[in-house]
């Protein structure tokens, strides 16, 4: 449907911006362009630091291809990065630091951010998935692909009974029955979408077929949160796939739980930068004592078992402590030949 591609463009005080044009394709179709259009229309109106950021467009003549021009984000598509950092393929992401538990943990609360900020402008994304998430630098998460975009990821897309593709492994089950996108279907996609950082970018219901999947969404089969997974994480998963849409988990309040995590993570991470290490003067006052000959401070008294007492009885000395025992020292040490 479109051609990506970025550029320098120059600003008004004569520094060079890198920048990303979105175009359509000379053999787009006229739903291609209606989709094209209405995502100009959608982005121009929409500021928040983790929506994607649409510059300008450019029409040249009437007759040619409109461009859209966005921000540019260096490392591309959330999805790619998680995949790098899989067990699988793992491999380093130039200018990003290997994701840690923290990291997977920053990514959701900005998609989360972002979804906070559209559903307060009452706008249904419809297409939510990492695929459609771009990362900067920082770890800087931005949604985006407001016009559906398909052309890489066609395998996520699956045509039902004559329609146009869909994301069917992201869509809930009143949108896989009635085409049925809302809110509350965001927040489904929203909950598959923490199952796909959770799990490093996998495929959700890898191994299966389209068909096999549209089976289990209506059955209210839900997926397994990833090994490793925190378990609030998991409960905030399972807050999204609630099978009655009124009943998940709204926006806001995914934004606040994780926001509030996100807080304790950093209270934790800044008692550990303040704790002090040994100085000097403490490793000498520790050592002290063994300076001048006292004995050590014993390690704490553990219940010895009468099995043990018994069969190592003549080993151990008045305190129930294993007493060391001495050996000829020619039983394991040569002397060297002259």
Request: hydrophobic share 35%.
């Amino acid at each position: 449907m479109c051609e990506g591609l970025y550029r320098e463009l120059k600003k008004e005080d004569g520094s060079a911006e890198v920048v990303a044009i979105k175009v359509l394709k000379e053999t787009a179709s006229k739903q291609a362009e209606e989709d094209f259009m209405r995502e100009v229309e959608i982005m121009s109106a929409f500021r928040h630091e983790n929506i994607l950021s649409l510059l300008g467009i450019v029409l040249k003549e009437a007759s040619s291809r409109p461009w859209m021009v966005f921000e540019f984000m260096p490392h591309g598509d959330l999805a790619e990065v998680l995949r790098s950092n899989s067990r699988q393929f793992w491999k380093p992401v130039p200018g990003l630091k290997s994701l840690t538990k923290d990291c997977l943990l920053k990514i959701a609360l900005q998609v989360a951010g972002g979804m906070k900020y559209l559903a307060a402008q009452r706008f249904v994304h419809n297409d939510l998935a990492c695929r459609n998430c771009l990362v900067g630098s920082e770890l800087t998460v931005k949604i985006a692909d407001f016009g559906m975009s398909r052309d890489i990821y066609t395998c996520d897309y699956y045509r039902i009974g004559g329609s146009k593709p869909v994301p069917l492994r992201w869509m809930s089950p009143e949108s896989v029955m009635y085409r049925r996108f809302t809110l509350e279907s965001d927040v489904w996609s929203y909950g598959v979408v923490l199952w796909e950082i959770y799990s490093f970018g996998k495929q959700p219901y890898y191994g299966l077929s389209n068909e096999e999947v549209v089976k289990m969404i209506l059955q209210g089969i839900m997926l397994i949160p990833p090994d490793g997974c925190p378990s609030f994480i998991c409960d905030l998963m399972r807050a999204c796939w609630k099978s009655e849409p009124k009943d998940r988990i709204k926006f806001p309040d995914i934004y606040d739980q994780l926001k509030k995590s996100w807080k304790e993570t950093e209270a934790n991470r800044s008692v550990d930068q303040r704790k002090p290490l040994p100085n000097d003067g403490q490793l000498k006052s520790e050592t002290a004592d063994v300076d001048r000959g006292l004995p050590c401070p014993r390690p704490p008294l553990f219940p010895i078992s009468p099995l043990f007492q018994t069969e190592y009885a003549d080993m151990l000395d008045a305190d129930n402590y294993l007493a060391p025992q001495t050996t000829q020292v020619n039983e394991y040490i040569q002397p060297l030949p002259d």
